[in-house]
């Protein structure tokens, strides 16, 4: 069964939870959908690699 979570906090996108998985990430103060946590953790890669 898929159950409404909450909004992303970044975009607005919807998060759901199915069957206990969470369709993105909560952090305890933040919630993202799957598609920032993916944006974010490419941001945080591409700021870590020296040209």
Do not use: T
Request: glycine fraction near 12%; proline fraction near 0%; aromatic fraction near 6%.
């Amino acid at each position: 069964m898929k159950e409404l979570v909450g909004i992303c906090n970044r975009c607005g996108i919807e998060v759901y939870c199915e069957n206990g998985f969470l369709d993105g990430h909560h952090d305890g103060e933040e919630l993202l959908c799957k598609l920032c946590v993916l944006k974010g953790n490419k941001a945080k890669h591409m700021s870590a690699v020296s040209f």
